[in-house]
Every structure is written in structure tokens, then in C-alpha cells.
């Protein structure tokens, strides 16, 4: 295709010219990868040995493909008030805080 400047390419030309996206992950961020020491569970002081005094103080949901499996685990942070100890980590998919729904 020879190129006036006098004349300007067509949308479609421009576009028939460009290569095609490589057809890889459609996430261009990529969640990190989670080693075997992670820990993943759900809201436990470990010092009272309860979830008695547990208060949430943040809960991010699990994220899922198209296909439904599961890309991201959720995360919580929260800290126990009968101990004041602070904690954040990954939960188990299934797990969401009780009385908690998306909608």
C-alpha cells in the first residue's frame, strides 16, 4: 500500500494494517503468586484462641474468571479486642464475613 499525504488512510485501512493483540492473559496486572508459606484462613486469634473478639475491619472478596475459577484469593484484616492483636492475610474463596453479601 503506498501512502499519500495528500489523501489520508481510511479507519479500516489503518486498522487491517495494524497487527493483532497477542492472545495471551487478558489481565494485564497479574496477582502475584502465592507461595506454599502464605497463610491462608479465616479470622482466628491465635493468643485467645477464639474468634470471639474478632472486629473486621476490612474485607476485599475473592476474584473469579469468566470460567468461575477462582484468579485471587479474598483478603481480611481485623484485630481482636481481647487482646489488641492486629492481623491481615488471604482467606479461603468460599469465606465471606457472616451477614455479608454482594449486591
Known amino acids: ?3 499519500n499525504p495528500a489523501r489520508p488512510m481510511s479507519a ?6 495494524l497487527p493483532h493483540a497477542s492472545l495471551g492473559r487478558l489481565d494485564p496486572h497479574p496477582a502475584p503468586a502465592r507461595s506454599e508459606n502464605d497463610y491462608v484462613g479465616i479470622p482466628y486469634c491465635e493468643r485467645c484462641g477464639t474468634d470471639e473478639f474478632i472486629y473486621l475491619e476490612a474485607f476485599i472478596p475473592a476474584k473469579h474468571r469468566r470460567d468461575g ?3 485471587q484469593l479474598g483478603e481480611v484484616t481485623y484485630f481482636c479486642s481481647g487482646c489488641d492483636d492486629f492481623s491481615a492475610h488471604a ?3 468460599s469465606w465471606a464475613p457472616p451477614g455479608w453479601y454482594l449486591g
Open 1 to 3: 500500500m503506498t501512502l
Open 91 to 93: 482467606v479461603p474463596a
Open 69 to 71: 475459577s477462582v484468579s
Open 12 to 17: 479500516a485501512a489503518r486498522l487491517e494494517s
